[in-house]
């Protein structure tokens, strides 16, 4: 039988201390595509250790990019760029590949990548992205699994986005940023890493209005210029630690984080009976238990983001009384809690809505995580529940947390990473 990795956690410890939240994974890979666009070398800051993070930078380099990395900031320099064509392989990694498609066309004029991979959480399509770079006057090609895109030099125009789109949003806003003229965003995505990405992009020179707004103005600039940025932190991390500290009924201060990006999650957890302060960069969270049920229903920025719905849902299966979780976004977002009823959960999943009758306690259990936040939230689950959980492919974790285990074990939990027989 083979060893497999696998994270073991004895619950039922609070978590109490200090923690400092670490850069954004989403933001992190845009703005380092976005550093393809410039035409000098640039240097960014505060980049999460995660292997999302480790797989774009490489597929950088494979393009040509010069890339020095220091602790958590890496100089960038895609003056040398050498191909267009992103290593499949490694495309199919990250979801956030995608955005190399956008910088290449408005750096190089084409790009080639395969349809991106990213968690399984349901269709996952880039239309609206094509839709945008035709709309800019790029010929695109999207068969056989690959979109190819090129184009003898990109028009400003306006593009009115079918849906909200978060990739769709930034990936557009990359390529106008280097198209003559100008070109506005209809419809577009409000999350914090669309508004770090434009800062970025203005960092290096271009003419970037409105992100945080549902219309974008982007002046595409011939030329952009090196700087030093400094990535926001990461949204969902946050969110999963104020999370994890509620769910452990414990008391933990999470420092470097912007508490505003968190009022969705914050007032849900107050209304959980949870206490949430913020102050600055800081926020504390506290409980004793006895949480309230609450109903969820996943929104676009600023509504309740579907990255925490997952982590939420664990949460929820001990709140007293019964919660819904509605989730608009995705259509395949619940696997978590296939694996919680194992546990000792009681949820009943029906399309897009979960209905989670709150229990006294979860029981530890072998579970496995099947994407991203899916592990993050069975690792709540695991803080919460009483006994031994062991949690199969850490490797989904590892995709967009840093150091995870270290970090909970230093605020008091018992987990710790170990190679088991299948
Ligand atoms: C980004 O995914 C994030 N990933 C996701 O985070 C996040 O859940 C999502 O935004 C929503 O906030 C990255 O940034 C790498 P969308 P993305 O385009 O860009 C539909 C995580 O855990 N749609 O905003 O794929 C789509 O099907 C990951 O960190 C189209 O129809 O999300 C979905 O229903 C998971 N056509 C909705 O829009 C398109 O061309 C929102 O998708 C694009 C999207």
Redesign the pocket.
């Known amino acids: 039988m083979p060893f497999v990795e696998k994270l073991v956690i004895h619950g039922g410890h609070p978590l109490r201390g200090d923690v400092q939240v670490r850069g954004g ?2 933001t992190s ?2 703005v380092l595509s976005a550093a393809l666009l410039c035409d000098e070398p640039v240097t960014l800051e505060n980049l999460p250790d995660i292997e999302d993070v480790h797989v774009l930078l490489e597929l950088m380099r494979r393009l040509g990019a010069r890339i020095q990395r220091s602790g958590r900031n890496a100089t960038i320099d895609p003056r040398q760029l050498t191909s267009h064509r992103p290593a499949p392989e490694l495309c199919r990694k ?3 590949s995608y955005y190399l498609l956008g910088a290449l066309l408005g750096r190089v004029g084409e790009g080639a990548i395969p349809y991106p991979g ?2 399984e ?9 094509i839709k945008g770079f035709r709309a800019l006057g790029a010929e695109v090609d999207d068969r056989y699994g690959m979109v190819e895109a090129r184009t003898t030099g990109l028009v400003g125009t306006e593009v009115f986005l079918d ?6 949003t930034i990936n557009v806003m990359l390529a106008a940023a280097r198209a003559q003229g100008n070109t506005m965003i209809f419809n577009a ?1 409000k ?1 914090p ?1 669309v508004v770090d990405t434009a800062n970025f992009l203005n960092s290096m020179g271009a003419r970037v209005r409105g992100a945080g707004t549902d219309v974008i103005r982007i002046r595409g600039t011939q030329r952009l210029h090196g700087c030093t940025y400094t990535v926001i932190p990461d949204q ?1 991390e946050t969110g999963t630690l104020m999370i994890a500290a509620a769910a452990t009924q414990g008391d933990v201060t999470l420092h470097g984080c912007i508490p505003a990006h968190m009022e969705a999650l914050s007032a849900k957890l107050l209304e959980m009976g949870v206490r949430v302060d913020e102050q600055d960069d800081v926020i504390r969270v506290r409980s004793l238990g006895g949480h309230r049920a609450v109903n969820i229903k996943t929104q ?1 920025y600023p509504g309740f ?3 925490l719905q997952q982590p939420m849902s664990a949460l929820l299966t001990t709140a007293s009384g019964t919660s819904t979780v509605v989730e608009t ?2 259509d395949k977002r619940f696997k978590h809690l296939d694996e919680m009823l194992r546990m000792g959960a009681r949820a009943h999943i029906s399309d897009r809505m979960a209905v989670i009758e709150g229990m006294p306690g979860l029981l530890g259990a072998p579970v496995y995580a099947s994407d ?2 899916a592990g993050a939230a069975l690792v709540i689950a695991g803080l919460m529940a009483s006994g031994d959980t062991e949690i199969g492919n850490p490797q989904y974790i590892d995709r ?1 947390y840093e150091k995870l285990e270290e970090r909970l074990s230093a605020l008091g939990a018992q987990i710790r990473r170990v190679m088991m027989q299948e």
């Not at 959480?121 to 992205?129: V, Y």
């Not at 849906?163 to 769709?168: A, H, L, Q, S, Y």
Request: net charge positive; charged share 20%; hydrophobic share 40%.
């Open positions: 994974k989403n890979l845009a990250l979801r956030g990213g968690c959480i349901g269709a996952r399509p880039i239309d609206q992205h849906c909200v789109t978060v990739g769709g995505a999350e890493h969902i676009a983001p579907t990255d976004i995705f991203l936040r967009g």
